[in-house]
């Protein structure tokens, strides 16, 4: 996952989902991630703006199904912007764990 801006489309986490504790919304951006990445070539930046904190439900159902669905070169064509750093570490400690029991590579 990187983390510069690209030229291609920029998804806004909360105009996807309403909170980012639940599966349910977990789900959303999922369906929202696939979509993006499987619609085009370029980058897709997903903007955390004015998020406060992941929970593990959320990002089972988020990242980590990406993730195991396809795997970790799909996951480089996802950038992240207003980010804060202990959220990138969630993020990059997660994908590093998801890595590890992945049955995608």
Do not use: C, W
């Not at 991630?33 to 930046?45: F, I, K």
């Not at 439900?57 to 064509?77: I, T, V, W």
Request: proline share 3%.
């Amino acid at each position: 996952m990187n983390t510069t801006i690209s030229n291609g489309p920029v998804l806004q986490l909360f105009d996807i989902v309403d909170n980012t504790l639940t599966n349910t919304d977990g789900l959303k951006l999922f369906l929202a991630l696939r979509h993006a990445l499987e619609v085009q070539n370029a980058p897709v930046t997903l903007s955390l703006l004015n998020l406060t904190a992941f929970s593990s439900s959320f990002l089972n159902s988020s990242f980590g199904a990406l993730y195991e669905q396809q795997g970790r070169e799909l996951m480089k064509r996802i950038r992240l912007t207003n980010y804060k750093p202990a959220q990138l570490q969630v993020l990059k400690d997660y994908l590093a764990d998801a890595a590890k029991h992945s049955k995608a590579e």
